[in-house]
């Protein structure tokens, strides 16, 4: 039995991950969901986005499943995500992108993993206002040789046991000498102790544009919060869009397993949001949980189902007039 933490979210949150927890129940895997608020439904609820009951919850199971979550921009509470991030040093976010049988893209060759640090970078909170009338505001990127060299290491250990046999570091150290060139130096450092492991390394800018001519170049891509935060919703985008990308967020012994995109509130309550990133993470979810079995096989129903086209939500076959949870049943009965 596995003690799992299950915020639903907001928005579109609470359909998707009935549909992900019924599959991830169909598979046979016993799971204790240990329900917790968070999001603009927490607020409404406890007056706090994110309460000290749902950070009690993760800190006993260690282990979290979550949905979309609302967060205002610009002014008001930080970032749900990044909080959550920074309380239990979940320093590893992992995003898989690969192609989709069923989905039309402009490339169908894409199999990448963007690795990004993230609890540093320009998401480590130190900004301010540098003058009393608040007209010049600045933000402190924290670039450390520690956090640095877990991350990259975490990503040739990835490669490796993920059969994967190449890793790309993303950098700027061109024009920011002291924080990415210190990401860079490390980077080297740690490509020397994976002599069986092909190593590149390339400008951010760089990256972008060779990502989007040829991304069967890549394989495994590690680089800073910020530039993995858009490194992979580009990669993403090469495959479909956020809708079908799983993201995990790894530490020393916690983890949370989520969808990657909004919570898309104009749709909520209407069955037709796709639920495959949500199931894509639970698939993560299982893998780390080590049922890497019943984590196969929704994995090959769920690429079934979409490869099929027939009972799918309207984003992926506008013309299946089908939705969240007729494609969530259609992937369990592909499971048996």
């Not at 963007?114 to 540098?130: A, K, P, Q, V």
């Not at 990401?183 to 972008?208: N, W």
């Not at 530039?227 to 869009?241: E, H, N, T, Y």
Request: glycine share 8%; net charge negative; with cysteine.
């Amino acid at each position: 039995m596995h003690n799992v933490t299950l915020i639903k979210g907001d928005g579109i949150g609470p359909a998707i991950m009935d549909a992900a927890v019924k599959i991830i129940d169909a598979s046979g895997v016993e799971i204790d969901w240990h329900e917790a608020d968070a999001g603009m439904a927490a607020f409404d609820k406890h007056g706090t986005p994110l309460p000290e009951q749902t950070l009690q919850s993760i800190a006993e199971t260690r282990v979290a499943f979550k949905g979309p979550l609302t967060t205002a921009s610009g002014k008001g509470f930080r970032s749900i995500n990044v909080e959550l991030r920074q309380t239990y040093d979940l320093y590893a976010n992992v995003r898989p992108a690969k192609s989709w049988r069923g989905v039309q893209t402009r490339f169908d060759n894409v199999d990448m993993v963007i690795i990004r640090e993230n609890t540093e970078g320009l998401y480590s909170g130190l900004e301010h206002f540098l003058t009393n009338k608040k007209d010049i505001a600045e933000s402190l990127a924290v670039v450390t040789r520690q956090g640095s060299e877990r991350i990259i290491d975490y990503a040739f250990q990835y490669a490796r046991s993920h059969a994967r046999n190449k890793v790309t570091i993303c950098h700027k150290a061109n024009i920011l000498k002291y924080t990415q060139g210190l990401f860079l130096d490390v980077g080297r450092e740690v490509a020397e102790k994976y002599p069986d492991m092909e190593f590149d390394e390339k400008i951010i800018d760089a990256t972008c544009m060779h990502m989007v001519m040829d991304p069967s170049q890549f394989d495994v891509v590690v680089t800073t919060n910020m530039f993995g935060d858009i490194l992979s919703d580009l990669a993403a985008g090469l495959v479909g869009g956020l809708g079908l990308i799983p993201g995990a967020n790894i530490g020393a012994d916690t983890a949370l397993f989520e969808a990657v995109h909004g919570s898309a509130p104009d749709i909520a309550g209407r069955n037709i949001a796709n639920p495959t990133a949500v199931i894509m993470a639970g698939i993560m979810m299982l893998d780390y949980l080590g049922e890497q079995q019943a984590a196969a096989r929704i994995k090959k129903a769920t690429e079934q189902v979409i490869a099929e086209g027939k009972t799918v939500t309207p984003d992926l076959n506008p013309a299946a007039q089908t939705g969240t949870r007729e494609m969530a049943e259609a992937i369990i009965a592909a499971m048996a």
